[in-house]
């Protein structure tokens, strides 16, 4: 029951070649930063990673995309990621965004062995309809589109059929855990990291505070242990290192606290 491995090398150790990946994270909150840059120094490539994003700040799932190691996307959010935007448009890389709950009802779905489920969220659209581009040729043209999906009426109402996430490894980082695998999240890193270690046929958990089982209350566990393949527990240095992507300041001498600017660090 003890699954606490000595490294964060011997955690992905078996990651081969093509293998595909949910990570979690939301921004920069959660993101298993050590087991990214592992799995970095492994030399692994043609990656398919399924997350909510593709890293920011080069930091997180950013360092695999610059070193060329992604050659498929699962997500919803590009966002200021000017490597992750020019990779997709340039044809290098296939992105297929879909809806961000959806993402993470199709993430829970795999985990759960659901292999499909309905949704009216994208009805009406390209994610419905089919002709999003998932590959650019890198000329302005689109190489390969999505296919169109079943659409199906309850009651009226038109639900699009999505199916179930499963990936071969999940990669989670957790504010605490034990050595069974039970995990706590922080705020709003419980977004995507519990979901994305359900779908993992190998999940694996770093964790910023490691206990001894019996020490997290049952009804404090946000992920049971049985989801959780492998534990790494994290140095005080590495728990402590948290990026931020976009800090919110207010003005020299402002008493009312009212924000003035933002400023990227």
Known sequence: MDKV??????AVADARDGASFAVGGFGLSGVPNELIRALHAAGVSGLAVVSNNCGALDSGLAVLLAAGRISRVTGSYIGANKEFARQYLAGEIEVELIPQGTLAERLRAGGCGIPAFYTPAGVGTQVADGGLPWRYDGRGGVALASPPKEVRAFDGTPYVLERGIRTDFAL?????????????????????????????????????????PGAIDPDEVHLPGIFVQRVLALTPEQAADKRIERRTVSAPGAADGTTQGKVSV
Do not use: C, Q, Y
């Open 5 to 10: 491995v000595g490294s964060a090398a011997e």
């Open 172 to 212: 989670v980082r957790a504010a605490k855990g034990d050595r069974h695998g039970n995990l706590v999240f922080n705020k709003s890193s419980r977004n995507f990291n519990p979901l994305a270690a359900m779908a993992g046929r190998v999940t694996i958990a770093e964790v910023e505070e490691l206990v001894e």
